[in-house]
């Protein structure tokens, strides 16, 4: 079938269109324009035509995201369920965060903690997210396997070979590592760690467990970079840890996850602890600019009260003081395990308020949207429902400073937020959660309407309430077919779960299936994710292939 | 496909529709049991969720007090192969624990990984027990006892009696371990034991462990967290997931004469409860028997007659075992979504006649 979504203004900036006109579909993907009678036309007067958002860093499923269900049953409030879904409406559930995801236009997310322990069980929790296409890092970094491989200096092809196998067992589409060596550390009774610090019981660093993965992950040919969560998360003084690592990146790809979160310089360098932060973000925006082979996500942070979700144990326990209300779930598990401390951002206070501006202006400081892509590091620094009103303060300045003016002066004192001018674009927006994301992941046929793309598709009224602009498209293709109208899903569908197609080494699976058995009296066999466990007849799956 | 409708032997077909007219009628149904793959469960949550159902598991009493401390105070826990391979201490709270299989693997092997790693592991016990270096019987309850124990952790009990000498001995620990099982310490008892861990990891390393549980519960929890938001107890009756353990209570619910019609499902086999005669129902079982429900389908035990996703327990995670003994018994999945098919036709059908 033929279609064509007519007279609106087509925003991709990967082909510099920013202006009145038509995106062809045919066969779920974007055409040419044709000379034949289109089957169907869908009009977009008035409208906004960007491709499908990309969804980098969100957690949307896994071992923390159940347990912060559990911890806080309240978090989400839950609507009567649609026609066609029993649970779309039930706040916090898989077909809550596809159809909210849809609803603003997304159309692929990314998960990006999977502890290939718990592997299986995060997957069939992402394939039961409908709409949308979704994928998985596969997180390393803390578990003795590798661990003891670094240790016993086995060399580089051994640690290529053991995360090759990790991302095929656990079907991911990337490779994490969370404060590399940090759960270690804290099981072993440790409260902090740097990046050069060693790791009790083995020897080692963030440096060089982070550093074999980044070789690992390019010779494999991962087409995403090694996603990196640094040491020292919030921490006064972390933008320091951010630039170390940057530094010990030596000019490698790497991604750097939530960067607002190290984005705090230290008010009293002497007295890192005691003195407060400050805005970091000119630093770490330069830092970007002067790094073309690195990116980041933001973690805006929204205020309100949300769950903090991570596998950094060691930094989830530092803030357990911090939760509220006052509980929290850490558990010290195989590898990372995981940690759950519920947080307010108090509205208006002034550690929040200034948090809340710089990751702004990281955004507004951007040189390249497309290397500083939009997150809340759902939920730790919000609900990702959050975009289309940080989009808003992104694209209307008069905006922004409405908001500022509630708050306290911090802002204007520890950051450079009011003094901003700059506005983004609607083609800066699609770069910021569009193109760049896509690009960002390695794939090649989403961020973009040119032909060849996936025909998901967004097509927004366009009003200059931003934030209502964004929140409810007018209609969205998911593979040319409508998934959205008006705001509300028409067509409750099933999309695929991206996962790298790498081969592994049989030496090395033969290794850690013996490794496996000893430790946890199950061999390879119980970490696999197989197509069986999703029912027969699906294709859960879709293989994404590697660098060439 | 073995089937019974009152008790006579009957065809698939005539037993699902049978079940759905069954549940069809209901004003209050009820699925009870859940012990199955993650397949049938996720079948069960949409089939409860359709014809507004709520949802209890056949080892609740157990899953309730856990999820009932969780979610009040929170928790600080490991998993089995980590207390294995950490561990150089273990606190066995009653007596359930030391049935589990993980003891046997923990009394074998010393720590491996870790600061700990080459130490002797030191059993210490709440509850009169021989194997143990210390153990203290504890004649007031589990919950008090680990209360006393986390008194003397916070420094608001001193000296040298044996609880003290406990408590000191979880101080000295590089990293220790509370194995409980559920069920046997209750929901105050866990809320106390979390306190215990949270105390003693202020200054070294300390974790909760749980073990024991009943059917596939250890699945469902999580399943029910991804697809309603919610934990189990829930019921979708006004068509949102309203969790309420009280409330969804399966046999309070029958008992109280509020469920007018009970699902029954057990692919993994775990003991019937005796509530299920008192009501109109249906059993989708492993281990079939006419006279276990009005309406009887005999299911494939998964990892037998079908591959399924299940618990594991020694690897505490979701794990898929493929079928030992292939056998063409239908799947619990298949009966619930053909059953759920035949409901919502039925649904339509009715929609779709004149108002009158």
């Known amino acids: 079938m033929l279609s064509v979504i007519r007279g609106g203004r087509v925003v991709d900036p990967t082909a510099s269109r920013n202006s009145v006109g038509d995106v062809w579909i045919e066969d779920g993907h974007v055409v040419d324009p044709q000379s034949r009678a289109p089957d169907a036309v869908i009009d977009a007067a008035g409208c906004v035509v960007m491709a499908g958002g990309v969804e980098v860093h969100s957690h949307i499923a896994g071992g923390n995201v159940i347990t912060s269900r559990l911890l806080l049953p309240d978090l989400y409030v839950s609507e ?164 170390a690592t940057l530094d010990a990146a030596e000019g490698r790809r790497i991604h750097f996850a939530h960067a607002q979160f190290y984005a705090y310089g230290a008010v009293d360098p002497a007295n890192p602890g005691t003195g407060g932060f400050r805005s970091a973000a000119e630093r770490i925006a330069q830092a970007i600019t002067d790094n073309p082979n690195a990116t980041l996500d933001i973690g805006q942070v929204v205020f309100g009260q949300t769950v903090t979700v991570s596998l950094d144990i060691l930094r989830q326990f530092a803030g357990r003081k911090g939760a509220k209300p006052k509980k929290w779930v850490l558990n010290a598990g195989d590898a990372e395990g995981g940690g759950v401390v519920p947080f307010l951002y108090r509205p208006r206070g002034p550690t929040s308020s200034l948090q809340w501006a710089i990751g702004l ?106 934030t209502a602009m964004f929140t409810a498209a007018k209609l969205v293709l998911k593979d040319g077919v409508p998934i959205v109208e008006d705001g509300e899903v028409v067509e409750w569908r099933a999309g695929r779960t991206l996962s790298l197609a790498v081969e592994s080494d049989r030496a090395m699976a033969t290794r850690a299936d013996a490794y496996l058995t000893e430790r946890f009296g199950a061999g390879l066999d119980s970490f696999a994710v197989p197509d069986a466990a999703f029912g027969e007849g699906t294709e859960t799956f879709e293989a994404v292939p590697c660098r060439v | 496909m073995a089937a019974w409708v009152k008790g006579g032997a009957t065809g698939a077909d005539t037993a699902i529709e049978a079940a759905a007219a069954l549940l069809a009628k209901a004003r209050a149904p009820v699925i009870a049991g859940l012990s199955a793959d993650v397949a049938a469960i996720r079948a069960a949550y949409d089939l409860a969720g359709r014809i507004g159902a709520s949802v209890d598991t056949a080892g609740s009493f157990g899953t309730y007090a856990e999820l009932g401390a969780l979610s009040r105070v929170g928790a600080l ?200 005669s008192a009501v109109p129902s249906v059993a989708l079982v492993a281990e079939a028997e006419a006279q276990a429900a009005e309406v009887v389908i005999s299911v494939g035990q998964p990892g037998r007659d079908h591959g399924g996703v299940l618990w594991n327990e020694q690897r505490a995670a979701l794990t898929f075992w493929p079928a030992s003994a292939p056998s063409n018994m239908p799947s619990a999945a298949t009966v619930l979504g053909a059953l759920t098919e035949r409901l919502a036709a039925g649904q339509a059908a009715s929609r779709s006649e004149p108002a009158c």
């Open chain 1, 80 to 243: 009567a369920a649609p026609e066609g879904h029993p649970f779309a409406h039930a706040g916090g559930a898989a077909a809550w965060i596809g159809s909210t995801y849809a609803r603003m236009g997304y159309t692929t997310a990314v998960e990006p903690a999977m502890p290939p322990t718990h592997a299986l069980g995060t997957q069939l929790e992402l394939a039961d997210i409908p709409l949308l296409d979704r994928g998985a890092l596969t997180v390393m970094g803390n578990d003795d396997q590798l661990l003891q491989l670094l240790r016993e200096r086995q060399g580089g092809n051994a640690v290529r070979d053991l995360v090759a196998l990790s991302v095929a067992q656990s079907r991911g589409l990337g490779v994490k590592c969370i404060n590399a060596g940090g759960a270690s550390a804290f099981k072993d009774g440790a409260l902090r760690l740097s990046l050069d610090d060693e790791i009790p019981c083995y020897g080692l660093s963030t440096r060089q467990i982070m550093g074999s993965l980044l070789d690992a992950v390019e010779e494999i040919g991962v087409p995403h970079p090694l996603h990196v969560h640094c040491n020292n998360l919030g921490l006064p003084g972390a933008d320091d840890s951010f630039m």
């Open chain 2, 77 to 276: 826990t490991t998993t089995p192969a980590e207390a294995v391979g950490r561990a150089d201490v273990v606190l066995v709270v009653g007596a359930a624990p030391w049935q589990a299989s993980l003891l046997e693997r923990l009394i074998d092997a010393k720590p491996t990984r870790g600061r700990a790693a080459g130490s002797e592991r030191a059993f210490l016990a709440l509850g009169a027990n021989a194997t143990a270096s210390l153990a203290w019987p504890a004649e007031g309850g589990l919950p008090e006892a680990v209360g006393v124990l986390r008194a003397y952790a916070r420094d608001h009990l001193a000296g040298d009696a044996l609880p003290g000498q406990i408590a000191a001995r979880l101080a000295a620990a590089q990293y220790g371990v509370l194995l409980y099982d559920p069920a046997e310490l209750g929901e105050a008892g866990i809320e106390m034991l979390q306190g215990l861990a949270m105390a003693l990891s202020e200054t070294t390393r300390c974790f909760t462990l749980a073990v024991g549980g009943v059917g596939q519960d250890r699945a469902v929890v999580p399943v029910s967290a991804w697809l309603t938001g919610q934990a189990p107890r829930s019921g979708f009756g006004r068509r949102v997931p309203e969790h309420d353990p009280w409330r969804f209570d399966a046999a309070r619910q029958v008992a109280a004469g509020e469920a007018d019609a009970v699902l029954w499902l057990a692919a993994v086999p775990v003991a019937r409860p005796d509530w299920l």
């Open chain 1, 361 to 466: 202006e990281i955004m507004l400081l951007s040189t390249d949207p497309e290397r500083t892509i939009l997150t809340t590091d759902h939920p730790n620094g919000g609900p990702f429902t959050q975009y289309p009103r940080i989009i808003h303060l992104l694209m209307d300045k008069s905006e922004r400073d409405r908001e500022i003016a509630t708050l306290p002066g911090v802002v204007g004192e520890r950051s450079s937020l009011p003094g901003l001018e700059r506005e983004y674009t609607l083609s800066e927006i699609a770069q910021l959660t569009r193109s760049g994301p896509a690009k960002l992941l390695g794939l090649a046929d989403r961020g973009h309407l040119r032909a060849g793309a996936r025909a998901d598709v967004a097509v927004y009224r366009d009003d200059t309430d931003r």
